[in-house]
């Protein structure tokens, strides 16, 4: 059922309540980004020397910091239509919520002072290993393709295919935030199809998520802040949770075909990456312009770049809602277009690259836009 909350007036009114305080809260404090940037001590500062910097002017990377107290604020103010009988739910939410804020902790350290990839790496398989190991229900339990007749029960295996899961997403998600309003854009995509998916004592939240995404992509398309690796670790790690929650939940939840659309391009995309480099001989996680939003930017712009890879996250996906019985035709066609996608934009003069060039107004200016 599309919304299944919306059951009655009190209903729409708990969703709109919950919106509205995301949306206000998250404005509220984002008009404050500097200075809490300022206080925390996460102020991105421009690089001529970094390739991978390009902007212009010094930006508060608070957007994790504040997605993240703005999110505990509404989940608590939404206890009461949290299906307060559940209580088997409520502590798997307990535990999720707690794996997710120490991934943001760790994004947030790593914002101040920089944390070697290894050390990441080592903290995410710890945390999502203690989080699987208290909550079996979030293991792969099976994989299902309808389209193919396919249905394999995973047993033991679910673990640690979950894991890499849980690993890879985030990773996957903090590799895509090299422009703009792009993780963002990707968070508002996945919680529309979350909200049409997930059951209804999780609307709530998810509406008021909905309402801290929007208002945080208008100050990040804008320049005003970053998200930070402990916002894009929190989304990452958010979806994953989310998302193998459903999967395994009640049938109807979401379907495996769904579940690897929704996050294809960018898994894919860092896959692609951490091949190259590893065939070039550098460390997989090491950073480079050879993105698929960095290839969109240089030879489109940003603003069609954005557009495109918006098209290619969520055409998939309503595509699927349209005809689910070609789930798998659907995922090789993404996969090719993808392939082609690249292969032409490697080919393709760029664009002049805003890299080490002589700073003026009108620069510092347009570095505020998407």
Not at 128 to 143: E, N, Q
């Amino acid at each position: 059922m599309l919304f299944p909350i919306f059951q009655n007036l009190n209903s729409a009114i708990i969703l709109a309540c919950s919106f509205i305080a995301g949306a206000g809260l998250a404005a509220a404090i984002g008009a404050y980004a500097k200075r809490i940037g300022e206080v925390l001590g996460v102020i991105d500062e421009p690089s001529a020397s970094d390739g991978h910097k390009q902007h212009y002017v010094p930006t508060p990377a608070v957007g994790g910091v504040i997605a993240l107290v703005v999110a505990a604020t509404v989940l608590l103010l939404t206890i009461p239509w949290s299906d307060p009988g559940n209580l088997p739910a409520k502590n798997a939410r307990l535990w999720g919520a707690l794996a997710i804020c120490l991934v943001m902790i760790i994004g947030f350290c790593d914002d101040r002072r920089h944390i070697s990839a290894a050390k990441r790496l080592a903290a995410d398989i710890v945390v999502f290993s203690v989080l699987l190991w208290v909550i079996p229900a979030l293991r792969f339990t099976h994989v299902s393709f309808e389209s193919l007749g396919l249905h394999l029960d995973l047993g033991k295996v679910g673990f640690p295919i979950a894991l890499v899961c849980l690993v890879g997403l985030k990773n996957a998600v903090n590799m895509a935030d090299g422009r703009n309003g792009l993780v963002l854009g990707l968070g508002i995509v996945w919680n529309v199809f979350f909200l049409f998916h997930a059951p209804a004592h999780t609307l709530p939240i998810l509406a008021g998520i909905s309402g801290i995404f929007i208002v945080l992509f208008i100050l990040n398309a804008q320049g005003h802040l970053f998200l930070g690796d402990c916002g894009s670790y929190g989304i990452g790690s958010f979806f994953g949770i989310l998302a193998l929650a459903l999967h395994n939940g009640p049938a109807g939840g979401m379907r495996s075909a769904e579940g690897v659309l929704l996050f294809l391009i960018p898994a894919i995309d860092t896959l692609r990456l951490m091949v190259s480099r590893l065939a070039a001989g550098r460390s997989p996680l090491s950073p480079d312009r050879r993105h698929l939003h960095h290839l969109l930017d240089a030879v489109f712009g940003w603003k069609i770049g954005w557009t495109i890879y918006m098209i290619a996250v969520a055409g998939p996906i309503i595509h699927y809602q349209i005809m689910p019985s070609r789930g798998y035709q659907i995922i090789l066609f993404v996969l090719i277009s993808y392939s082609a996608l690249v292969q032409f934009l490697e080919k393709w003069p760029k664009r002049s690259v805003r890299l080490n060039a002589p700073v003026s107004k009108n620069q510092v200016e347009n570095s505020r836009t998407v």
